[in-house]
T-cell receptor
């Protein structure tokens, strides 16, 4: 149990276009999901905390108008990179916290590699 | 604000030898500590956590970690390394007991197990 999926697993897009990445909790409901980005050989940088039914909380320095997060249901959060540029190329990872279980563990998705040409 | 440090970028260990991956933390109050492992182009997999109780925590794949409050450390250990343990390991800390609170990750330590 506790599987988190991401779609797509990789995407290549042209500069100026928008890209949507989906994060789904497959067998549990998640009231909270987190979005991270990871540069090559570097750690995970928390971008935002996504709560179902409310606005996401962005970390300092993360542009909320560029990285749109929507947590529309208890099993789905989406990250849209708007007007993508080459510097947005990165590995994006989401994680989910089960909403109704006694657990302290975040479950991570497999990641989405975004390449902007 | 909480932070976590992994002083080694890379650790090399011969197969069969014990391994240690170091982690120190800084947090006000009681720490909630985690270890995750990442294989190439994959998300993170949970290994173990310390919330309270025994200082020695046992986790997945034979790994364990020892919480040392006086040294503010949470080193990851395994008695006998396997080649398949080669991966990127992240230590992480959460400042509160609220599971919806954010987790801060260290920069990661790449573990190479030499056959």
């Amino acid at each position: 149990g506790a599987v988190v999926s991401q779609h797509p697993s990789w995407v290549i897009c042209k500069s100026g276009t928008s890209v949507k990445i989906e994060c789904r909790s497959l067998d549990f409901q998640a009231t909270t999901m987190f979005w991270y980005r990871q540069f090559p050989k570097q750690s995970l940088m928390l971008m935002a905390t996504s709560n179902e039914g409310s606005k996401a909380t962005y970390e300092q320095g993360v542009e909320k108008d560029k990285f749109l997060i929507n947590h529309a249901s208890l099993t789905l959060s989406t990250l849209t990179v708007t007007s993508a540029h080459p510097e947005d190329s990165s590995f994006y990872i989401c994680s989910a916290v089960p909403g109704f279980e006694i657990t302290d563990t975040q479950y991570f998705g497999p990641g989405t590699r975004l390449t902007v040409l | 604000a909480q932070s976590v440090a992994q002083p080694e970028d890379q650790v090399n260990v011969a197969e069969g030898n014990p391994l240690t991956v170091k982690c120190t933390y800084s947090v006000s109050g009681n720490p909630y500590l985690f270890w995750y492992v990442q294989y190439p182009n994959r998300g993170l997999q949970f290994l173990l956590k310390y919330i309270t109780g025994d200082n020695l925590v046992k986790g997945s794949y034979g790994f364990e970690a020892e919480f040392n409050k006086s040294q503010t450390s949470f080193h990851l250990k395994k008695p006998s390394a396997l080649v398949s343990d080669s991966a990127l390991y992240f230590c992480a800390v959460r400042q509160t007991g609220n599971r919806d609170d954010k987790i801060i990750f260290g920069k990661g330590t790449r573990l190479h197990i030499l056959p």
